[in-house]
């Protein structure tokens, strides 16, 4: 088990995607992609949308990586407060700790809700189940319209959607909303007593809503510590957890794929693999790479032993590279792996964005052949 604190945050970002760019005002926030650039109010937004409040759903931290110190205004990203997919579904709640990353990095954190969605019919063995649920638009467009004149920092927007009178006010719109969808569709969803238990733990005060969404982030950290998750490779230290403490309260529950000690230096690896593809897929990496701005950025990192000196390292590995690079590294090298190995020209691109994101931020990227 490791502990570690943040106290600054400072991130040099490389690899860039082009947003494409749309007008709030005549279309719906949910027919935008996942990510993307709004103008609303002559001002410029990057948004990006999570599909659910489980921060391991569908990869919002790549989306979030790509919204990321961008051209725009303001960065924005919307996070459903509960998402109910019926009785045969899972429910997820927000986590505190969520709300607080965004914070850290400066963005603006839209909780919203659902207001409709479809009868799931692709198992027949699960009819009380919903999909393709839609965010309420004209609830986040205003939001989206009070940013615009907004002047202070995200940590302060944020705190103040973490207010207890917000937040219970959005859980009679998620009740109102979700009792709708039950009797339109007639599908069972899930006791909305498990709403009113996340609103009496919301009621109470801030603390208690962080302790509530903590308990419930180690757990999900326990589960994910003893399982491995069938793209990742095998392993080359201990997995091992980590809790980060940042200087706004923030508590951080990840688990580490591997933790290599040479020389009295802890190296910490993220992990991802691919079977079939040269490199894994752009959405993996970009979630490694929002995890390593956390462990760039660690100021003290101990364990039991005490205060440890230690190096952040981002491992890619395939089991069809032939060959294997540690980033960064020379243009003559690289163009020899990149050759040896059949890139094309999206595969290039990419390398050569992670060789300046790991030489400008100062730490290193393995990109390995297992078996």
């Known amino acids: 088990m490791l502990l570690a604190k943040i106290q600054n945050f400072s991130y040099q970002k490389q690899w860039r995607e082009n947003l494409e760019i749309f007008d709030i005002s005549q279309t719906n926030i949910n027919d935008l992609p996942s990510k993307c650039l709004i103008t609303i109010n002559n001002k410029t937004f990057a948004i990006s949308k999570w599909v659910s409040p489980k921060r391991t759903r569908s990869y919002p931290y790549a989306r979030v990586y790509d919204t990321f110190d961008c051209s725009a205004t303001k960065i924005v990203t919307i996070i459903p407060l509960i998402k109910d997919e019926g009785k045969d579904g899972d429910m997820d709640y927000l986590q505190w700790d969520s709300v607080s990353l965004m914070s850290l990095l400066n963005i603006y954190v839209i909780i919203s809700y659902y207001e409709s969605a479809e009868t799931n019919t692709r198992n027949p063995n699960k009819l009380n189940k919903i999909t393709h649920q839609r965010f309420g638009n004209d609830y986040i467009t205003k939001q989206l319209s009070e940013l615009t004149n907004y002047h202070q920092s995200a940590l302060h927007w944020n705190l103040n959607q973490l207010s207890k009178e917000n937040l219970l006010s959005k859980i009679t719109l998620v009740k109102n909303a979700y009792q709708h969808i039950s009797k339109i569709l007639k599908v069972q969803l899930h006791n909305p007593n498990n709403i009113d238990k996340f609103a009496t733990n919301l009621s109470k005060n801030r603390e208690s809503f962080m302790r509530y969404s903590r308990q419930k982030a180690q757990n999900a950290q326990n589960r994910e510590f003893l399982t491995l998750q069938p793209k990742e490779s095998i392993g080359i230290g201990e997995k091992t957890k980590i809790t980060i403490e940042n200087y706004l309260g923030g508590y951080y529950f990840f688990t580490i794929d591997d933790v290599i000690e040479k020389d009295n230096i802890l190296y910490l690896i993220e992990s991802k693999h691919s079977r079939d593809s040269i490199l894994p897929s752009s959405d993996d990496i970009k ?75 100062n730490f290193t990227i393995w990109l390995e052949n297992i078996q």
């Open 287 to 361: 979630d490694g790479l929002l995890k390593l701005m956390l462990y760039h950025n660690l100021s003290i990192l101990q364990d039991s032993i005490g205060k440890r000196e230690f190096r952040v390292i981002l491992r890619l590995t395939s089991t069809t590279l032939k060959s294997s690079i540690t980033l960064p590294n020379t243009a003559q090298n690289r163009e020899t792996f990149m050759k040896n190995n059949n890139f094309n020209e999206k595969q290039k691109s990419i390398l050569h964005s992670l060789n300046l994101e790991s030489q400008k931020n």
